[in-house]
């Protein structure tokens, strides 16, 4: 599932308990990715690194919930990080979420599950 997206909107859909869908920003150019969430006080729903193996907190306004995702979207690892540390790469890790501090919880969101990508505009493959 080496699938490649476009800096752009989407939807993250997180199957388990009841389906949720989650407004999803995706980062995937290196400007974009180094970016990521620097500047922000707050994110409606949830920003997708891709590709990217480890994150850091560095000038960041806020502690953030971090899920490393394999190359099958499934979770490996989901850590909360406060503003200023630098997160360890994840083995597998092939992608990075993140979104506020208790967020994925909410969601359902934890190793093991395996979350679906939907870009704007594309639907349902």
């Known amino acids: 599932m080496g699938r490649r997206w476009r800096d752009g909107r989407g939807t993250l ?3 388990e308990p009841g389906g949720t869908a989650v407004p999803l920003e995706l980062a995937t150019s290196y400007r974009a990715r180094i970016k990521g969430l620097l500047g922000r006080d707050s994110i409606d729903g949830a920003m997708l ?3 990217a193996g480890s994150v850091h907190t560095f000038r960041m ?3 953030i919930d ?3 995702l394999d190359r099958t979207l499934r979770v490996v690892a989901v850590r909360t990080m406060k503003p ?3 997160g360890m790469p994840r083995l597998r890790s092939r992608h990075v979420l993140e979104a506020e501090a208790g967020a994925m919880a909410g969601w359902g969101l934890r190793a093991g599950v395996r979350v679906e ?3 704007a505009g594309e639907g349902r493959p």
Do not use: D, I
Request: proline content about 17%; overall charge positive; aromatic content about 6%.
């Open 66 to 68: 971090v899920a490393y």
């Open 49 to 51: 690194l891709s590709p």
């Open 13 to 15: 859909v997180v199957p």
């Open 117 to 119: 990508v939907l870009v």
């Open 84 to 86: 200023g540390r630098l």
């Open 61 to 63: 306004r806020m502690p």
